[in-house]
T-cell receptor, first 110, second 116 residues
Framework: QKEVEQNSGPLSVPEGAIASLNCTYS??????FFWYRQYSGKSPELIMF????GDKEDGRFTAQLNKASQYVSLLIRDSQPSDSATYLC??????????FGAGTQVVVTP | AAGVIQSPRHLIKEKRETATLKCYPI?????VYWYQQGPGQDPQFLIS???????DKGSIPDRFSAQQFSDYHSELNMSSLELGDSALYFC???????????????FGPGTRLTVL
């Protein structure tokens, strides 16, 4: 079992709708949580990070963290075709390596 | 803003050959990470360096070695290449902030290694 779990998808979302992505992790010592977007053949691009319980909003993106449940999520509002990509959840302890989830593929349909 | 630079972007090698991948971190970043990403896989951590010292080690084969130089750039040396080494190799850099372990890693464009 991976330390970071994500639904692989694909998650099909109509244009303009909200995409909801989930991620669970097993290491209770994890301190920082990141969402990356990756287009096929390209490098991961940082969308958001969060390290406190609750919500963090940045434009159309909202990250939610619940450390008690070991759960972090990403909401994408007003989804656009350009949001079609694989979204990677990454978990970090101290300044160490990232543990990545397998990624959720999002497909935004016009 | 300056980003992480990796070279070469594409590399084709034969089995049993050697390869050297280079990474130039974002200026003033002191930590470099190397990841390997196979087709359809998530990035797998290989090794990291902080202030020119190895700080963590992941699933890096013994055939691979890496170092970070005085100017903070890093090189990943790969020997006795195997077909299974064909992958995207990403370098990421970060800088340690005071306090919490928020450790945003910024990824370079990657090197696509093909072993024939």
């Amino acid at each position: 079992q991976k330390e970071v779990e994500q639904n692989s998808g694909p998650l099909s979302v109509p244009e303009g709708a909200i995409a909801s992505l989930n991620c669970t992790y097993s290491d209770r010592g994890s301190q920082s949580f990141f969402w990356y977007r990756q287009y096929s053949g390209k490098s991961p691009e940082l969308i958001m990070f969060i390290y406190s319980n609750g919500d963090k909003e940045d434009g159309r993106f909202t990250a939610q963290l619940n450390k008690a449940s070991q759960y972090v999520s990403l909401l994408i509002r007003d989804s656009q075709p350009s949001d079609s990509a694989t979204y990677l959840c990454a978990v970090n302890r101290d300044w160490g390596k990232f543990q990545f989830g397998a990624g959720t593929q999002v497909v935004v349909t016009p | 803003a300056a980003g992480v630079i990796q070279s070469p972007r594409h590399l084709i090698k034969e089995k049993r050959e050697t390869a050297t991948l280079k990474c130039y971190p974002i200026p003033r970043h002191d930590t470099v990470y190397w990841y390997q990403q196979g087709p359809g896989q998530d990035p797998q951590f290989l090794i990291s360096f902080y202030e020119k010292m190895q700080s963590d080690k992941g699933s890096i084969p013994d055939r691979f070695s890496a170092q970070q130089f005085s100017d903070y750039h890093s090189e990943l040396n790969m020997s006795s290449l195997e077909l299974g080494d064909s992958a995207l190799y990403f370098c990421a850099s970060s800088t340690r902030t005071s306090g919490r372990g928020d450790n945003e890693q910024f990824f370079g464009p990657g090197t696509r290694l093909t072993v024939l």
